[in-house]
């Protein structure tokens, strides 16, 4: 264990010096003009990070892979260990085993119908508003199509119910590790708008949120909303 976890350190610093800071994508973000901006947020709960998306705003292939959910006006979709993620409560064991020994990765989806900046606002959480171009945005919907493992018939395979309110999990793609936790897949996806945040770096809440902020900040001022 003590030699896997030095090499494991080895290999991620070795990621990180070869991994540079991206910028913006040019055609794809910022947005050219208000028409063109599209909305979303990103939740941090200083261990985890998530999307929170208008769900009439996802597209009819989505719709489907969430069947479940049909009047919620808001989706948050996370991304993590198949059996870390779902459990009653974190273990350290159960840390250890999604860091070096992961087996397969979920998806967790939960509605709302408040609006994030109420619906988070008792939580110790940030909430950072992001206006993507609709090009980006559309990316940004096949990257999470994508993460949803499928059926023969293609339909997403429901595993139970969720972590709080009308949630659940579904089975995703996708390999959880110590090199790609929930917060690297979520700047994958935030990468795929043109936003310019560095996935390879993003190994932390924490460290995708200050992303976030500090690159967004150059292109929308008033980028985030709740900051706890």
Not at 22 to 34: I, M, Q, T
Not at 166 to 188: E, I, M, P, Q, V
Request: aromatic content about 14%; some cysteine; proline content about 6%.
């Amino acid at each position: 264990m003590h030699f896997t976890f030095v090499r494991t350190v080895i290999v991620c610093f070795v990621i990180l010096l070869s991994v540079g800071c991206h910028g913006p994508v040019a055609e794809l973000y910022p947005p050219k003009s208000a028409a063109d901006a599209v909305e979303m947020f990103v939740v941090n709960n200083h261990w985890h990070t998530g999307f929170v998306l208008p769900y009439a705003q996802l597209p009819p292939r989505l719709k489907r892979l969430m069947s479940s959910f049909r009047d919620e006006k808001w989706v948050e979709i996370g991304w993590g260990d198949a059996a870390f993620y779902p459990a009653p409560s974190a273990t350290s064991g159960l840390a250890v085993h999604a860091m070096f020994f992961s087996r397969g990765s979920v998806l967790h989806v939960a509605g709302f119908d408040a609006e994030p900046l109420e619906r988070y606002r008792d939580y110790c959480v940030e909430l950072y508003r992001l206006r993507v171009s609709e090009a980006g945005y559309a990316r940004l919907m096949g990257f999470l199509d994508a993460t949803f493992a499928t059926s023969d018939s293609s339909d997403s395979i429901e595993l139970g119910p969720g972590l709080y309110g009308f949630s659940r999990f579904y089975r995703a793609r996708g390999k959880y590790s110590c090199l790609h936790t929930c917060n690297n897949w979520l700047a994958d996806g935030v990468r795929t708008t043109g936003f310019p945040i560095s996935p390879g770096y993003a190994f932390t809440a924490g460290n995708a949120g200050w992303q976030i902020k500090h690159f967004g900040r150059r292109y929308d001022p008033d980028l985030l909303q709740l900051d706890q």
